[in-house]
């Protein structure tokens, strides 16, 4: 079974750069074809299986945040069971007020962007960065979202270059199976800050991941 990364990565293939509008031109020749992605040598690279659907992430618009509350309330018919991170929008003028009056103390981040690129960690920052960062967001508003900060749970994480186990930031991402029923699978993506004092998790700015332990219901059935 062949598989392609549809996101810029260490190594991986692209789906066809006519599918996708990346800066460079990444893919694989056919790989959106129903007959098959083919070698550029013109062999055919065998049976292929799409993990997640074409499209699929504009689930991960970061701009869809101000609008969760919503979705839920209008799908679900009630409110959601865990508070939303407050969001605003630079497209919103009152958001991009909050963006450029709040920016040290807020985390505002490009839409689209992955891999903790295109964002400001405002109390982070210095003014310098804030105000390059503020010129690119005044230039294109919609590009924008901004968030509060919020303080990460930490766990402890062995650090070679001290020789000691140190608490670092981490971040749960769940697994939902979604079918005839929606599952929530026990346990997750553990990924963790691996940089002393970051809070940045991701693997491209040096963030790695860690087991995530999943405890069993005692006999009354809690846990």
């Known amino acids: ?4 990364h549809t996101r810029a990565g260490a190594g991986g293939r692209h789906l066809p750069p006519y ?9 694989v020749p056919g790989g959106l074809h129903p007959g098959g992605a083919r070698a550029r040598g013109g062999g055919a690279l065998g049976p292929r299986l799409d993990a997640n659907a074409i499209g699929t992430g504009v689930a991960d618009d970061k701009a869809l945040y101000a609008y969760v509350p919503a979705i839920i309330r209008y799908y679900l018919g009630e409110g959601a069971v865990l508070p939303n991170v407050p969001t605003v929008l630079g497209s919103d003028p009152d958001g991009l007020a909050t963006m450029l009056e709040g920016a040290a103390n807020l985390v505002i981040q490009e839409v689209g962007g992955s891999g903790g690129y295109g964002m400001l960690i405002g109390p982070e920052s210095t003014r310098e960065e804030r105000a390059a960062f503020l010129t690119a967001v005044k230039a294109n508003p919609s590009n924008y979202i901004a968030q509060p900060v919020i303080q990460l749970s930490t766990q402890p994480a062995y650090r070679p270059e001290a020789g000691v186990c140190e608490p670092c930031h981490v971040g749960l991402g ?6 005839d029923e929606n599952t929530v699978v026990p346990g997750g993506l553990t990924r963790v800050a691996l940089k002393k004092g970051s809070v940045v998790v991701n693997s491209s700015q040096g963030g790695g991941s860690k087991d995530t332990w999943v405890l069993g219901a005692d006999e ?3 846990g």
Do not use: K, N
């Open 220 to 222: 009354d059935g809690e």
């Open 19 to 27: 599918r996708r509008r990346l800066p460079r031109p990444l893919g």
């Open 174 to 179: 769940p697994f939902v199976l979604v079918g």
């Open 1 to 4: 079974m062949d598989a392609d």
